[in-house]
């Protein structure tokens, strides 16, 4: 069965700290990881797509890593700020299926 | 564009009342995917179409759910009679599937979704 897990499932840190969230995935036939943040009431907001030829993608204070034979994706925020906090769902795209299957997110608070 | 569009925002229901819930994809996505979160289950993919085909409705929970892309540009889905353990948000995501050089690239965008109440 394709599923997808995060760890932590919350988290909690002080302003200023470079942090990791991890996705893990049980199936690498992936096309496609991609990392997603949700605040609270509101829908999701795409972050960053990794394709499956891919070993990383960055955007400004984000950068996600791919690692398909190991089945792992992390999530790398440098220099936390309160409003970072929200929370990072990660979607692994499965070949085969051809569709996103979703791990249960990280609730990050970043304290001020 | 707009971004993808779902209607109502809120729905407040009585139970065993018909519900439908509207998405309008990004303009040019041959993807859509219906999804429903709940804080017990997460985010859980309910159907997905491809060029307004159903490819994959084995989310879909009971008969009473249903679903319809009729063009492009629309989609619907419904529930029939609806029951208080059917409340969550229901988002919408529309994606373009990019075979390229054998690679699938495939981004999903969503909704604000409509938050689903079944009293």
């Known amino acids: 069965k394709q599923e997808v897990t995060q760890i932590p499932a919350a988290l909690s840190v002080p302003e200023g700290e470079n942090l990791v969230l991890n996705c893990s995935f049980t199936?690498?036939?992936?096309?496609?990881l991609q990392w997603f943040r949700q605040d609270p009431g509101k829908g999701l907001t795409s972050l960053l797509l990794?394709?499956?030829?891919?070993r990383e993608q960055t955007s400004g204070r984000l950068n996600a890593s791919l690692d398909k034979s190991s089945g792992r994706s992390t999530l790398y925020i440098a220099a936390s700020q309160p409003g970072d906090s929200a929370t990072y769902l990660c979607?692994?795209?499965?070949?085969?299926?051809?569709?996103?299957?979703f791990g249960t997110g990280t609730r990050l608070k970043v304290l001020a | 564009d707009a971004g993808v569009i779902q209607s109502p925002r809120h729905e407040v229901t009585e139970m065993g009342q018909e519900v439908t819930l509207r998405c309008k994809p990004i303009?040019?996505?041959?993807?859509l995917f219906w999804y429903r979160q709940t804080m017990m289950r997460g985010l859980e993919l309910l159907i997905y179409?491809?060029?307004?085909?159903?490819?994959?409705d084995s989310g879909m929970p009971e008969d009473r759910f249903s679903a319809k892309m009729p063009n492009a540009s629309f989609s619907t889905l419904k529930i029939q009679p609806s029951e208080p353990r059917d409340s969550a948000v229901y988002f919408c995501?529309?994606?373009?599937?990019?075979?390229?050089?054998?690679?699938?690239?495939?981004?999903?965008?969503f909704g604000q979704g409509t938050r689903l109440t079944v009293v």
């Open positions: 995501a529309s994606g373009l599937e990019d075979w390229t050089r054998d690679r699938l690239v495939a981004e999903a965008f």
């Open positions: 199936d690498s036939a992936i096309y496609n």
């Open positions: 990794i394709q499956s030829s891919q």
């Open positions: 979607a692994a795209y499965f070949s085969g299926t051809y569709k996103y299957i």
């Open positions: 303009s040019g996505h041959n993807s």
């Open positions: 179409f491809n060029n307004n085909v159903p490819i994959d």
